[in-house]
Nanobody
Framework: QVQLVESGGGLVQHGGSLRLSCAAS????????MGWFRQAPGKEREFVAG????????GYADSVKGRFTVSRDNAKKTVYLQMNSLKPDDTAVYYC???????????????????WGQGTQVTVSS
């Protein structure tokens, strides 16, 4: 069982930056893949970025490539999402999630992730 708590959300202007953090407890953090998802009002939850247990593999949604960077610190049991050049379309509740997998492939499917945080709101003003 892995417990996840996100932080770092807030209100930022168009073009600004934020860094989200997701602290894990329980389970074996260094053995799980991590993902970031987001859900805007009236829309389905969508994949944003993911990182393998070692940090050696990452994956991004096309909409955030070149602007967002996912990283992790296994010693601190924390995964990060650095968000730059933010746009109003990035406004959403952001969730981190964890999954066990023996493979390095980053999954973008909600259903592949077993543990979820409570989410943190990111609002980008125009």
């Amino acid at each position: 069982q892995v417990q996840l708590v996100e932080s770092g959300g807030g209100l930022v202007q168009h073009g600004g930056s934020l860094r989200l953090s997701c602290a894990a407890s329980g389970g074996t953090f260094r053995s799980v893949h991590m993902g970031w998802f987001r859900q805007a009002p009236g829309k389905e939850r969508e994949f944003v970025a993911g990182i393998s247990w070692s940090g050696g593999s990452t994956g991004y949604a096309d909409s955030v490539k070149g602007r967002f960077t996912v990283s992790r610190d296994n010693a601190k049991k924390t995964v990060y999402l650095q968000m730059n050049s933010l746009k109003p379309d990035d406004t959403a509740v952001y969730y981190c999630a964890a999954r066990n997998s023996p493979f390095m492939r980053i999954s973008s499917a909600n259903s592949d992730y077993s543990w979820w945080g409570q989410g943190t709101q990111v609002t980008v003003s125009s």
